[in-house]
């Protein structure tokens, strides 16, 4: 099948991938009454004694808005808002189909950070959380940071968060594959934008102690200029103060975890890593490696961002469960400890029976995952202080 030829023509059939119905009937005068004018004065007059009665008397308990502003959106840059739509409705949809979280897109005409921060806080209340959606670097940690410290509901960027939750599960899983310690390895990440950060914060939260971040002019070291995202990266990681490119960082890694551009690793650059070498490239559609090549030259496990290669990488292992996690306890916030339980959980439903260096991560149609992931959400939320049920 060509998906993109066929894809285009059922999105003009579908003429939209989402709707709103609604839960209530309105078939009489008795039900028009209740739903509405004069009933519905009696919880609205509710609400603005107990701000918090908004979560049990409307739909906000279980809606998050997908926002973007079109600046990255897919592998296709900055295409617009409009032009983002598709992609916010097609997540929307997996909100729905993979967590029974009702989510609707706003594509926002703006690459104001503050003009977006206020646009998003002010409409806040009528949301249970947030998802931020393919939203250019370094912008998108400036608003998610100003977000999170003004909302009262869960703010996440998807983009960072969801592929560092998944990325850390996949580590976990492949680090048994390979019989190695996570306090112990050596991991390399390419890639110093939203994913490659937030991959490399998260999998610190997981143990790791030994880390190099990448970008496009070699390993992240202090002293060297960088926006202030991987400045803040460069001064907890690479203790040794190691200076070179790719290559020279690769040399006895365990782990390369690649969020960057396609075909820049070679053969010879994955031969000089560690024996049992763990390698997750996940540029999309074209990895920084083949993974035919990258077995050949010997790594022991691979994951890629493509659902045609064993071990796909795929944020829809993640993000439907963490939100049913935290809209269940309304939680205030999407906190470490809770994307730390997430990967645990997810790394969890694979079987020491069923591990293998093909099989490292459950299959997104595995219906285990999204309850697994928001009761392992729900209690980091209760233990860590954030859930207010």
Not at 209 to 238: F, S, W
Not at 269 to 286: D, K, Y
């Amino acid at each position: 099948m060509n998906y993109q030829e066929e894809s285009l023509r059922l999105h003009g059939e579908w003429q939209g991938k989402i709707e709103v119905i609604s839960r209530v009937p309105v078939k009489n005068k008795d039900d028009l009454s209740l739903a509405y004018t004069p009933g519905v004065a009696q919880p609205c007059l509710e609400i603005q004694k107990d701000y918090d009665r908004s979560f049990d008397l409307t739909r906000r308990h279980n809606l998050v808005a997908v926002i973007t502003d079109g600046t990255a959106v897919l592998g296709l840059g900055d295409i617009g808002p409009e032009a983002g739509m598709p992609v916010m409705e097609g997540k929307c949809a997996l909100f729905k189909a993979f967590g029974d979280v009702d989510a609707f897109p706003l594509c926002i005409r703006s690459k104001d950070v503050d003009e977006l921060v206020r646009t998003i806080y002010l409409i806040s209340g009528s949301f249970g959380g947030i998802n931020l959606e393919d939203i250019a670097a370094p912008r998108c940690f400036e608003i998610e940071r100003k977000l999170k410290e003004i909302c009262d509901i869960p703010v996440f960027h998807d983009d960072q968060h969801g592929t560092a939750v998944v990325v850390g599960a996949a580590v976990l899983n492949a680090l048994r594959v390979v019989g190695k310690k996570i306090d112990e390895v050596k991991v390399v990440i390419n890639g110093s934008g939203s994913a490659g950060i937030a991959i490399g914060k998260h999998l610190l939260n997981l143990g790791v102690k030994h880390l190099k971040m990448v970008d496009r002019y070699g390993i992240l070291c202090e002293g060297v200029e960088m926006n202030p995202a991987q400045a803040e990266m460069a001064a907890i990681t690479n203790p040794e103060k190691f200076s070179g490119k790719l290559a020279d960082a690769l040399k006895g890694a365990d782990v390369f975890v690649g969020v960057s551009a396609p075909h820049i690793v070679s053969k010879e650059m994955i031969r000089s890593m560690a024996e049992g070498a763990c390698v997750f490239p996940m540029a999309n559609p074209v990895p920084e490696i083949e993974p035919d090549e990258a077995k050949e030259a010997g790594a022991a496990v691979v994951g890629t961002g493509r659902s045609d290669h064993p071990n796909q990488i795929n944020n829809v292992l993640v993000f439907p469960g963490l939100f049913r996690g935290a809209l269940d306890v309304r939680a205030k916030d999407i906190n470490e400890p809770m994307k730390v339980a997430a990967s645990h959980a997810l790394a969890s439903l694979v079987s020491p029976e069923e591990l293998n260096k093909d099989y490292i991560l459950p299959y997104a149609f595995d219906k285990r995952v999204g309850p697994t992931v928001a009761a392992a959400v729900a209690q980091a939320a209760r233990d860590s202080g954030v859930a207010r049920l």
